[in-house]
């Protein structure tokens, strides 16, 4: 009989969640202003942080051997208020060309700070002679824009920028619903608990209030995190020192006169387009990126090369003796010729067939007539 009453009873909650999902799905929610972070927040650098969702624990947040930064009362979430405006979560990525990588992670440190924001994490390496750094940073969702205005400035140029925006609201309504209607199902729960006499009957009812409350605390961190990254907008950064990284390559150093040689150059680092200048050590240049170019003389050559980029930054290359020139028996060109000869003696075989094949009715007509005019005769003549 007992079990029999906790059943009703159970089946009564669950009828009693449905009616509230849809009492919910109808009401007019609350409106406040979304908590801003502080302009004091402190600023952090290194790859200790993760400023998203974290498998281990099932919730959002930072991910750390160090301490995560602390946000005060004021930019604390409240995962019961609805938002007065729409919810976007707005992230935001620019590449940039600048002088010193160092310098424009310190001012970005300061830009975000400046900006109601923080760094999220930030790195720096060398490719080749140059510096190359990336820096995140958050910033309140009002100054977005100001602070994209305030990192191209200080750029040299910008070679890349996007900007994405997703409308968070509905989902943070409907996570707020669920929650409600959880809570009101984990109440029935207890009272059902406080009436429960048999072992079996509590255990189940034990499991049951386990799972609820696990998937309110879920619920109230996915709105938390909503609220976090609505409120403060996400900037990816990547820095390029103006230093150009260059050099070059060809595709054989030891050659024959007349011989052709192809050059690559690789270009790194400055503002595209980039403009060439190659002296290849024999009175002949070349501005283009890959050229091929031939010697005519025997001997040693030097090889240089020059580039521009679109802001004036230069940076030369020269390779002394590069390219050796030599007189001699050169298998690979003999054999080209002797290919090139066979190709033309097959194209002139292959021209006489063909005036035979389209000549030959003609030939055909010309035999005709000569052998009937050999038989007439012959045949006068007997």
């Not at 050229?291 to 930054?313: C, F, Q, W």
Request: hydrophobic share 35%; net charge negative.
């Amino acid at each position: 009989m007992k079990k029999l009453i906790i059943i009703v009873l159970l089946m009564a909650v669950t009828a009693l969640a449905f009616i509230s999902c849809a009492g919910a799905e109808k009401s007019t929610h609350s409106q406040t202003a979304l908590p801003q972070a502080p302009k004091s927040a402190p600023s952090y650098q290194g790859n200790d942080y993760y400023d998203g969702y974290l498998e281990e624990t099932g919730g959002y947040g930072y991910a750390s051997s160090a301490p995560a930064p602390t946000p005060t009362s004021a930019y604390q979430p409240n995962p019961t208020s609805v938002p007065a405006d729409r919810m976007v979560v707005r992230n935001g990525y620019i590449e940039l060309v600048v002088t010193d990588v160092d310098k424009a992670i310190e001012a970005i440190n300061r830009l975000a700070s400046d900006n109601g924001g923080y760094v999220v994490n930030s790195r720096k390496w060398k490719e080749g002679e140059r510096n190359i750094g990336t820096i995140s940073i958050r910033v309140q969702a009002d100054n977005y824009d100001q602070t994209m205005f305030s990192l191209r400035e200080m750029a040299d140029s910008v070679t890349s920028e996007s900007t994405s925006s997703q409308d968070v609201t509905e989902e943070y309504v409907d996570l707020e619903s669920k929650v409600k209607n959880l809570e009101a199902s984990e109440t029935q729960l207890l009272k059902i608990m406080e009436t429960a006499v048999n072992t079996d009957d509590v255990i189940s009812i034990q499991r049951e209030l386990t799972s609820v409350r696990g998937e309110i605390e879920q619920a109230r961190g996915r709105m938390q995190y909503l609220q976090r990254t609505s409120a403060a907008s996400l900037i990816e950064i990547r820095l390029n020192e103006t230093m150009l990284d260059l050099k070059f390559s060809a595709n054989k150093i030891r050659v024959v006169c007349n011989e052709d040689i192809l050059f690559r150059a690789e270009v790194a680092g400055g503002s595209a387009p980039y403009s060439y200048e190659w002296d290849f050590g024999d009175g002949n240049s070349s501005f283009e990126k890959s050229p091929t170019h031939a010697y005519e003389n025997i001997g040693d050559y030097n090889v240089s090369l020059k580039v521009i980029d679109d802001k004036g930054y230069t940076n030369s290359v020269l390779r002394s003796t590069y390219i050796h020139v030599i007189d001699g028996w050169n298998p690979a060109n003999i054999a080209k010729d002797a290919w090139a000869g066979f190709l033309a003696f097959g194209r002139g075989l292959v021209d006489v067939f063909i005036y035979v094949g389209v000549f030959s009715p003609v030939w055909l007509v010309i035999g005709g007539i000569t052998w009937f005019i050999i038989y007439r005769k012959r045949k006068k003549r007997n």
